[in-house]
């Protein structure tokens, strides 16, 4: 039998509580109808959570053995992860059709890079081809995600305060496991003998973190979201007639070279 650092374990507890927390807030509040993937993947952390503690606990933090059956854990918790933000993303951009089907694409060529580069990577470095494929996915899939984030931003899209932290927090996750990562492979392998541990606990402390910024935007009502006029009345358009106009062009053009049926108010 293993045992886990005592830094490891009291970060796995704060992070099981915080979970827990976020996990019973989208129920109480009503959420899982409206971010059923989300639900899932904070779901799907927990689970993983109590899976990687039996497995630590029984084979040790830095076997081997204990690697192997952590990493296609991962594959798991990856996908859930890019199809819950996926889902935040459209809650945003449903009722532009055109932008949202260019965003969605935007993700779908994130995921294609990411299978491109583990092929490359396992001829590579066959030896780190699990890391590399891990940091490649969050680095794709963070470029994805802050772009579409600065179309929202770009054109002025009405965004929750909710949806905005849920998206964000996916953002400042992925980055930090790309640096973390990087950092890992880099600097820390090679001059400090407890680097898996400090790799583990700097992830760790960052998804706490992400955790109770989710906990705390959960707890206040998503506020009515009615299908937007990409055309307002004129005394909107006398506010903002250059935001208004750009979101209307950007949709239009992309609703009639993606072939989509967009419903106009």
Avoid at 8 to 26: D, F, K, N, P, S
Avoid at 36 to 63: E, K, M, T, W
Avoid at 218 to 243: F, G, I, M, N, Q
Wanted: overall charge positive; charged content about 10%.
């Amino acid at each position: 039998m293993g045992t886990l650092p005592p830094l490891i374990l009291l970060l796995w507890a704060i992070g099981t509580i915080v979970q827990l927390t976020v996990l019973y807030l989208v129920v109480a509040k009503r959420r899982v109808h409206t971010l059923p993937l989300f639900f899932l993947y904070i779901a799907l952390n927990l689970c993983q959570a109590a899976f990687l503690f039996f497995v630590y606990s029984h084979y040790g933090f830095d076997s081997p053995a204990a690697g192997q059956l952590a990493w296609p854990s991962e594959q798991i918790i990856l996908t859930a992860q890019a199809l819950a933000a996926a889902e935040v993303l459209y809650r945003v951009l449903r009722h532009y059709a055109g932008i949202w089907a260019l965003a969605w694409r935007l993700i779908a060529a994130a995921a294609l890079i990411v299978i491109c580069y583990v092929f490359a990577s396992v001829k590579q470095l066959p030896s780190w081809k699990l890391m590399i494929a891990n940091r490649g996915f969050h680095l794709t899939f963070a470029v994805a995600l802050i772009s579409c984030l600065l179309l929202v931003r770009f054109y002025a899209i009405p965004i929750d305060p909710l949806y905005k932290a849920l998206m964000g927090g996916f953002c400042v996750l992925s980055c930090t496991i790309v640096v973390d990562n990087t950092l890992f492979e880099a600097l820390f392998l090679r001059h400090f003998p407890n680097s898996g541990l400090i790799w583990n606990s700097l992830v760790m402390v960052v998804f706490i973190g992400v955790q109770m910024v989710w906990a705390l935007a959960l707890r206040h009502p998503v506020r009515v979201d009615d299908k937007p006029a990409l055309l307002p009345p004129a005394t909107y358009d006398r506010l903002s007639p250059d935001v208004n106009s750009r979101l209307r062009d950007l949709n239009d053009i992309l609703s009639r070279f993606l072939r989509l049926q967009v419903l106009r108010p």
